[in-house]
Every structure is written in structure tokens, then in C-alpha cells.
């Protein structure tokens, strides 16, 4: 039988005092004092409905993506989950279940609507703590949970009073109040590929594995290929032909200016020595002829 919200606030535990002294009750085992009543701390009046009780964000998530940094939330601070990422968010509320009552956690219709995935979670009878619900956004935007906002819903099943309630040798986790840092039984995390490391086999892999949107994430790399190759060889090709015939030819312009300033300079050179030369040799004659004829 799924409690409704009169059976519900009969078995709750709300007396301030005896609130504080629940957690003993639990912690020690005192199912005399427990009878069949239940916890939920703190409880919010606006979050309970007719058959289930909206649990909400607590200061505390972490992200799968980064499962080694535990996150907190301050007064006014919201979660921002990525496109396909999953969080971990610790609830607000300590929940306390006596020996014959479990509960179902389930997502809320407006964030199925929204395109989220929350996965549903059994909470056995006799567990007391926090809980840790997994969170993934489903959408290609950006979503937001504001610090104490509802986002999940727990009904509350009647069953048989079990044997034997639950301990910490068998639930490491009866009792959370706070996050552990994660530890995978399963999944082992891969260090990200470098671009050297890079193999077009590699995103072929990806592609036959998962297809859509791998396989448009392919084809854009090899459309971008094409287009650079045609973009070189019709655009830049040409240029760069033209572009060097006009460096040679002005480079060979320079050195043929150069080489015939150099010409010039030579001859010029030749020149005057030549008449130096001239006039060299015929002084010598003059002086020659003065002196065979007597005049000097």
C-alpha cells in the first residue's frame, strides 16, 4: 500500500525534540521507540502531496565527469548540468524508515518533459540517511537546480515488518549525511587521447560504434578536408605560383640593375686609367724627343 499524504503525516516523526533524538533511535537500533513511524528531515508541508513527498538539492553534488571533486552549494547557487552529463545530488532531506515501510524514489514529470533522466532508487525498510540520486541531462543545453529546489519524488510503501533491519557492514552508507569521494566498481576511468596519438581509425571506431552525431562530426572533418584542399588548390596554388614568378623576375630585375651599375663603375674605372696610362706614355716620348734634339 503506497502511504497517502494523511497516512503519511500520522506517521511522521515532528516533534522538535524528538526529531533530535530520532537519529539515536536509528543509529542504535531502538525500534521500541520507532514503532512504525517515519523521518524525513527537515519536512517541508509545500513539498508533500497526495501519495508522495518531493525530495530536494542539498549543498552537496558531485559530477561523473569529475567524480574525485566533491561540489557545494552556497545560499543562491544553482547545479549547471552539461549535454550528457550525470550528478550525484545528496538530498536535503534525512530520510528514516521504520521496519515495515520502504520507499520508491522516482523522477518528476516536469523534468521527464524536460528531456532529463533521473534513475529511480529503492530505499529498503530500516535505512536512514541522505540520498544520492543520479541526475542526467538528456538535452543539448545547459540545466540548472537551484540550491533546495525540488527534484525528485519518494513514495512511501507499506510491507511486511522485515527480520533483519539493515547495518553498516552490509550498507557502508546507512547513515550519510554527506558525500564519499566515488569509487567505480566497474567503470575505469581512460585518460583522453592527445592529438599525436590521433589515428583517423581511432574516429572510424567511434563512428561504427555510436553513429549519430559521431558519424556527422566525421563527415564534417572530411568535408573540411576537401574544401581546404580545393580552397588550396584552386586559390592559394595559383597565387603562390604567381606570387614567386613575380619575386624571381623582380629579384633578377635587381640583380641585372646591379650587375650594369657595376659594369659601368668598372669601365669607368678602366677608362681613367687608361688615360692616366696615355698620358703616362706620352710624357715619357715628349721628354725622350726633348732630349735627343738637345732642348733639355
Known amino acids: 500500500m503506497i502511504l497517502s499524504d494523511k ?13 533530535r533524538q530520532a537519529y539515536n533511535w536509528w543509529e542504535k537500533g531502538q525500534w521500541d521507540k520507532i514503532r512504525g513511524r517515519i523521518l524525513i528531515d ?10 508522495c513527498y518531493d525530495l ?28 550528457s552529463e550525470t550528478v550525484l545530488i545528496l538530498t536535503r532531506e534525512f530520510i528514516a524508515l521504520p521496519k515495515n515501510v520502504m520507499a520508491m524514489v522516482v523522477p518528476r514529470a516536469r523534468w521527464i518533459f524536460e528531456g532529463t533522466f533521473l534513475n ?16 542526467t541531462n538528456m538535452t543539448k543545453w545547459r ?42 566498481a566497474y567503470a575505469r576511468p581512460i585518460r583522453p587521447l592527445t592529438p599525436p596519438e590521433y589515428t583517423k581509425e581511432k574516429l572510424e571506431k567511434v563512428v561504427n560504434s555510436f553513429g549519430y552525431p559521431w558519424d556527422v562530426i566525421h563527415c564534417a572533418i572530411e568535408r573540411g578536408k576537401e574544401e581546404v584542399v580545393q580552397y588550396i588548390e584552386k ?8 606570387d614567386a614568378t613575380l619575386k624571381v623576375t623582380e629579384r633578377a630585375y635587381k640583380e641585372l640593375l646591379d650587375l650594369q651599375k657595376n659594369f659601368q663603375r668598372t669601365q669607368a ?7 692616366g696610362f696615355v698620358i703616362t706614355i706620352g710624357g715619357g716620348v715628349i721628354l725622350a724627343i726633348l732630349k735627343l734634339v738637345g732642348l733639355i
Open 120 to 135: 529511480s532508487t529503492r530505499v529498503d525498510a530500516t535505512w536512514y540517511g541522505k540520498l544520492l540520486i543520479g541526475f
Open 56 to 83: 530536494s538539492v542539498s549543498e552537496e553534488y558531485v559530477s561523473l565527469r569529475d567524480p574525485d571533486n566533491v561540489k557545494k552549494l552556497k545560499k543562491g547557487d544553482s547545479i549547471n548540468i552539461e549535454p
Open 42 to 51: 527537515p519536512f517541508d508541508p509545500n513539498n508533500l502531496s497526495s501519495c
Open 7 to 19: 497516512e503519511l503525516k500520522e506517521r511522521l516523526i515532528t516533534d522538535p525534540s524528538e526529531v
Open 143 to 184: 540545466i540548472s537546480l537551484g540550491l533546495n529546489r525540488a527534484f525528485c519524488s519518494c513514495y512511501f510503501l507499506e510491507c511486511s515488518e522485515v527480520e533483519e533491519p539493515l547495518n553498516k557492514k552490509s550498507t557502508p552508507h546507512l547513515g550519510r549525511k554527506s558525500i564519499d569521494p566515488l569509487t567505480f
Open 269 to 275: 674605372l678602366l677608362t681613367k686609367a687608361l688615360i
Open 235 to 242: 586559390d592559394v596554388a595559383p597565387r603562390m605560383v604567381e
